[in-house]
Nanobody, 115 residues
Framework: QVQLVESGGDLVQPGGSLRLSCAASGSVFSGDIMGWYRQAPGKLRELVATITSRSSTNYADSVRGRFTISRDNAKKSVYLQMSSLKPEDTAVYYC?????????WGQGTRVTVSS
């Protein structure tokens, strides 16, 4: 069984930066795709970014160029460096692992971008 624990959410001013972390417990295999999703109030959960064990990345258009996803396979961790934050980035951010057809989710960490 895999458990994902996120950290790093906070209140930040527009234009600021924040780094989210997600640590996995249990086995993480080379075929697992890890990523970040977010859910803003009143909206559906949406993809932010994903990364494979070989560091192949994919980003939502809304964050490309501002956010960077990275992964440390030895530490079974994935990170999301967010910069040039906008109020519309306000959401609960969820760590995700995709293993075949199985999805694992963390409990979420809240990011609020406001002055």
């Amino acid at each position: 069984q895999v458990q994902l624990v996120e950290s790093g959410g906070d209140l930040v001013q527009p234009g600021g930066s924040l780094r989210l972390s997600c640590a996995a417990s249990g086995s993480v295999f080379s075929g697992d795709i890890m990523g970040w999703y977010r859910q803003a109030p009143g909206k559906l959960r949406e993809l932010v970014a994903t990364i494979t064990s070989r560091s192949s990345t994919n980003y939502a258009d809304s964050v490309r160029g501002r956010f960077t996803i990275s992964r440390d396979n030895a530490k079974k961790s994935v990170y999301l460096q967010m910069s040039s934050l906008k109020p519309e980035d306000t959401a609960v951010y969820y760590c995700n692992m995709k293993r075949g057809l199985i999805l694992y989710w963390g409990q979420g960490t809240r990011v609020t971008v406001s002055s």
